[in-house]
């Protein structure tokens, strides 16, 4: 029965203490960057181990780079930016909560299959969630929370509870004093989304122009250089109808 | 004896040399978390934040504004207990990153053109005026953004 109990409270002990901290730690400094032990501030160095919820700061022209857990989730973190650091990892899940007080990150999220991601960027006034691999945010009184995604898809969510999905060229920006987050192609105003050529094809729709327009669009008798001139922006197309 | 005293020497020397150090490395960190809880922010403190930013440690308020003088940044006829509004710290910001972006700025050197510069290179937003006092955290978010300048720059 003593067996039996103790056998019990072993698994239970090797249970919860699997659902651990993760190891966050230093891969890179440049400049002054420091983490915050009890009332100091030390300096942070390479390969440091840092414990969960440590507070980083950086001061002018200064990076620091630190790796949350052991499938390389990594943060770069820019100059004058101070964040806490929460990350937890089991053999099946990750979960990190990074808390930006102001600044700018940039976090690296490479997905895992086998692994069920949870990551998490919060300011005060809203919360990122990474569902793809990169994103830049930053943090500051005037501006807001800015989220744009290097790759991948994030959910943007204000304190009132509004999700915005961002990918591609889309940015996340949420104000102080705004319920909803601003137009999230406000970067694009009077720009493209997408690059074309002359007679306003796409890049791809020229290859395949090149490649099997003639098939495509007619005769390659009567225009054996394709049907259409892809040397001028003006260049006119001609296409043999047959009626019969 | 002696050997003791040479050994006591050598540590206590090696004590103070890791204790400057370490004062180096962080004092501008521990400055800026103070700066983070500031309501209001003076001239003094953009000053310090420059000489951070130009890479060299404040001393006297005299001895920076005229290390920044020399480079542009610094301003006349303030002094350093001076609030600090954005006209202040734009035309500090243009003079440090050569702002260009608004033809009347380069005519007139002044605070409202300045101004008006930083907000076409987006440092601050449309919705201020040139009088807003800054605190702490605004300072520091517009440093942030010299700084993704400067990165661009380079």
Redesign the interface.
């Known amino acids: 029965m003593k067996l039996l109990k103790m056998i019990t409270i072993s698994s239970l002990i090797f249970l919860f203490s699997a659902a651990g901290y993760a190891e966050i730690t230093v891969i890179k400094v440049q400049g002054?960057?420091?983490y915050r032990d009890g009332r100091?501030?030390?300096?942070l160095k390479e390969n440091l181990v840092l414990p969960e919820g440590v507070k980083i700061?950086?001061?002018?022209?200064s990076y620091a780079e630190i790796k949350l857990n052991s499938i390389n989730h990594t943060v770069k973190i820019?100059?004058?930016?101070?964040i806490q650091v929460f990350s937890k990892e089991t053999a099946t899940d990750t979960n990190t909560h990074i808390g930006l007080?102001?600044?700018?990150i940039t976090a690296k999220v490479p997905r895992d299959s086998n692994i069920k991601t949870i990551f998490k960027v919060s300011s005060p006034i809203a919360t990122s969630s990474v569902r793809g691999t990169e994103e830049d945010i930053?943090y500051?009184?005037?501006?807001g929370m800015i989220v744009r995604v290097l790759s991948g898809i994030i959910e943007g969510t204000n304190r009132l509870g509004r999700v915005n999905f961002i990918s591609g060229r889309q940015v996340f920006v949420q104000q102080f004093n705004t319920a909803q987050a601003l137009n999230i192609l406000r970067d694009l105003n009077n720009q493209y989304l997408i690059t074309i050529f002359g007679n306003g094809l796409t890049q791809d729709e020229l290859s395949a122009n090149q490649f099997f327009g003639d098939e495509l669009l007619g005769n390659p008798d009567d225009n054996p250089s394709g049907m259409i001139n892809t040397n001028t922006p003006t260049g006119r197309v001609h296409i043999p109808i047959n009626i019969q | 004896m002696k050997k003791i005293y040479l050994f006591l020497t050598a540590a206590s020397a090696v004590f103070f040399l890791a204790g400057t150090i370490?004062a180096q490395?962080?004092g501008?960190?521990?400055w800026?978390?103070q700066i983070?809880k500031k309501p209001a922010v003076t001239y003094n403190d953009a000053v310090n934040?420059f000489v951070?930013?130009t890479?060299k440690n404040p001393s006297t308020f005299e001895q920076d504004s005229t290390a920044l003088a020399s480079e542009g940044i610094a301003l006349q006829g303030y002094n350093g207990d001076t609030p600090l509004t954005k006209g202040m710290l734009s035309k500090m910001t243009a003079g440090y990153l050569k702002l260009e972006g608004s033809l009347m700025y380069n005519f007139f050197k002044t605070e409202r053109y300045a101004f008006k510069a930083c907000i076409a290179n987006g440092i601050?937003?449309e919705d201020g005026s040139q009088y807003d006092r800054l605190?702490g955290?605004?300072m520091?978010?517009?440093?942030?953004k010299i700084?993704?300048i400067?990165g661009e720059q380079k």
């Open positions: 002054n960057a420091s100091n501030w030390i300096p700061s950086t001061g002018t022209n820019k100059p004058l930016t101070v007080k102001r600044g700018g930053s500051g009184p005037d501006t | 370490y490395n962080t501008e960190i521990e800026l978390a983070d934040l951070y930013q890479g601050f937003k605190s955290p605004a520091i978010e517009v440093f942030s700084n993704e400067r």
